[in-house]
């Protein structure tokens, strides 16, 4: 198929000269920098990882993305894409954690179940990739399902938030990196392209070194939650290499695989609509099923390496990279490997984990305040697809968002297993599910649309497929 007509600087089969390629990369991993930073932070309240530990996963995340992003770009749909970490997997993965028998372990238990929950997944994503089922598979999946199931990413967890960003009574410090999120993101975007393009990074480094201002300068002494401490950085090695099954052998529950399915659905779902973007700006061939198909199948891959090294998450597309490249106009796949390089090489440097521990929890908070919202609203856009005079699709989205908030509500509140004895193994996996917000509105959302009689115009199909 032909290429598609573009503007661009550099295009997908252009090859920079690497004194333009390298600077060029640097720019797509800090692009993606923000995002991925994010998830190990929320890991470690979930996983009750040490400020070391925490650091690791920092390290392995970034390490396991490299890889990913240069098996994608190179063998897999060769698209000019950045593999990174998933927001899916957190309201699953925040479930395993809590689940009977795993909330009161410690740390490389609960890691070792999430290994074992993604693994298995990957295997799935693999299959539902090579075998071309992703096209089947699809066709059940209507703007109808995506938008309560990716909104519920962001809304599902909203008990990060505040709670942080407030954390030790020290809101200046959380509403600080609020403002500046949005004063970069919202009212200063167009006046620079920087602006646009790392609205989160800057908002972090400037509460950041508000901190270490204030915390050099006796304001904030150690024990206060904005207490910026560097220590620990200096304490930690040079070179930290993730090495396979560095938290110990994976364990495998059929509850906790079960449960980290839907995020591979919603992971999935995101990636293929990233798939046409990014070739549409990059100025690549409209990706065809077999492209589609091998994209999905090396994302598992990505996993089942993410679930080898346990960064506590799998990889998926990232938004944000093409959203770069639609600024930058460059979409050339060199540039993107050497990205994946960069990833991969400060990935191993000890202290560079270590330096980004030391970011003080209301910074973090105020980060999720922003992030979190930005992603439900992600999902909500899906409906402009959709007729939204239409009771029957009201009734499905209000009825799926409802639920995906409110039942997870109902198992925290549970004072013993769902169930005992023969039907254990049943409780357990209704458990996993049903404390994931998202896992109970997509399941919800996807059974109600596909069986409640509607139109493929109705149900924002038409729509959907023409924006494609």
């Not at 927001?87 to 795993?102: D, E, K, N, Q, V």
């Not at 290499?241 to 364990?251: A, H, K, R, Y």
Request: aromatic content about 10%.
């Amino acid at each position: 198929m032909a290429k598609q007509p573009h503007d661009m600087i550099y295009g997908i089969e252009d090859k920079p000269p690497l004194k333009e390629a390298i600077p060029l990369g640097f720019q797509q991993y800090l692009t993606m920098f923000g995002s991925t930073v994010a998830i190990p932070f929320i890991l470690a309240d979930a996983l009750g990882a040490s400020p070391t530990q925490t650091a690791q996963l920092i390290g392995t995340i970034f390490f396991v993305s490299g890889i990913a992003t240069l098996l994608q770009s190179t063998f897999g749909n060769r698209l000019p894409v950045v593999q990174g970490g998933t927001f899916s997997f957190l309201a699953p993965t925040i479930a395993i954690c809590g689940m009977a028998g795993i909330s009161d372990a410690g740390f490389e238990v609960k890691m070792q179940h999430v290994q074992g929950a993604i693994i298995a997944g990957s295997l799935v994503e693999m299959l539902v990739g090579f075998t071309g089922a992703v096209g089947k598979l699809l066709r059940l999946v209507s703007p109808v399902v995506i938008a309560p199931t990716i909104a519920l990413i962001g809304l599902a967890l909203f008990q990060f938030g505040a709670t942080k960003a407030g954390a030790g009574a020290n809101w200046p410090i959380g509403g600080l990196t609020i403002v500046l999120i949005i004063l970069f993101s919202q009212y200063l975007r167009k006046r620079h392209r920087v602006f646009a393009m790392y609205p989160v990074l800057l908002g972090i480094v400037g509460a950041w070194v508000t901190c270490m201002i204030l915390s050099a300068t006796g304001v904030f002494a150690p024990g206060h939650a904005a207490y910026t401490d560097f220590e620990k950085v200096t304490a930690a090695p040079i070179l930290q290499v993730p090495l396979p099954f560095q938290w110990g052998m994976p364990q495998f529950a059929t509850a906790a695989v079960v449960g980290i399915l839907a995020g591979y659905l919603a992971s999935i779902i995101e990636s293929v609509g990233d798939y046409y973007a990014c070739a549409r700006l990059s100025g690549a061939p409209i990706p065809t099923a077999k492209v589609v198909n091998r994209g999905i199948g090396f994302e598992g891959i990505g996993c089942f390496i993410a679930g080898i090294f346990g960064s506590g998450n799998g990889t998926t597309t990232y938004s944000e990279n093409i959203g770069a490249i639609g600024l930058t106009r460059v979409g050339s796949r060199r540039v993107i490997q050497c990205g994946a390089c960069i990833m991969i090489g400060l990935a191993v440097l000890g202290k560079f984990g270590a330096l980004f521990s030391t970011i003080p929890q209301p910074i973090v908070g105020g980060m999720y305040c922003v992030m979190f919202g930005m992603i439900a609203s992600v999902g909500l856009s899906n409906l402009q697809f959709v007729d939204l005079n239409s009771a029957r699709n009201l009734f499905v989205i209000g009825f799926s968002l409802f639920m995906g908030l409110s039942v997870p509500e109902y198992f925290k509140s549970l004072e013993a297993p769902l169930l005992t004895g023969s039907g254990k193994w049943l409780g357990d996996i209704l458990t996993s599910i049903g404390s994931s917000g998202m896992s109970v509105g997509a399941i919800i959302a996807l059974f109600l649309d596909n069986t409640i009689p509607g139109t493929d115009e109705e149900r924002g199909l038409t729509a959907w497929k023409k924006s494609a």
